[in-house]
Nanobody, 115 residues
Framework: QVHLVESGGGLVQPGGSLRLSCTAS????????LDWNRQAPGKQRELVAR???????TYEESVQGRFTISRDNVWNKVFLQMNNLKPEDTGVYYC?????????WGRGTPVTVSS
C-alpha cells in the first residue's frame, strides 16, 4: 500500500524559508518520479516541482530560482526547500507519485506566508 506523509509546513513571513519533507512507503522509491504540488485557497491544485529517478528537476515558473526539490533514496524522502517565500505561495502542499498508472497523494502540509 502506497503511503505518503508530508511535514514541515507552517506560518512564515514574506521573504522567509521553509523546508518541506515527504516520506514514502509502499513503493520502490528510487525508480519513481516524485512531485510537489500545491493548492492555494479557491484555486486548483498545481504542480510546483518534479524530480525524476535520475535527479532531473523541473519547476513551475513562479517558483523557479526560489524552490529546490531534492530526494534521499536511502530514507525514501523527497524535500522541497522554499526560499524567499511570497504571500502567493500560501496553500496546502502535497507530494505525489504515479505508480502503475495511478497517482497517489499525501494528506498535505499547510503553508501560510503572511506578515
Amino acid at each position: 500500500q502506497v503511503h505518503l506523509v508530508e511535514s514541515g509546513g507552517g506560518l512564515v513571513q514574506p521573504g522567509g524559508s521553509l523546508r518541506l519533507s515527504c516520506t514514502a512507503s509502499g513503493i520502490t522509491f528510487k525508480i519513481h518520479t516524485l512531485d510537489w504540488n500545491r493548492q492555494a485557497p479557491g484555486k486548483q491544485r498545481e504542480l510546483v516541482a518534479r524530480i525524476s529517478s535520475t535527479g532531473a528537476t523541473t519547476y513551475e515558473e513562479s517558483v523557479q530560482g526560489r524552490f529546490t526539490i531534492s530526494r534521499d533514496n536511502v530514507w525514501n524522502k523527497v524535500f522541497l526547500q522554499m526560499n524567499n517565500l511570497k504571500p502567493e505561495d500560501t496553500g496546502v502542499y502535497y507530494c505525489s507519485v504515479n505508480r502503475t498508472g495511478r497517482t497517489y497523494w499525501g494528506r498535505g502540509t499547510p503553508v501560510t506566508v503572511s506578515s
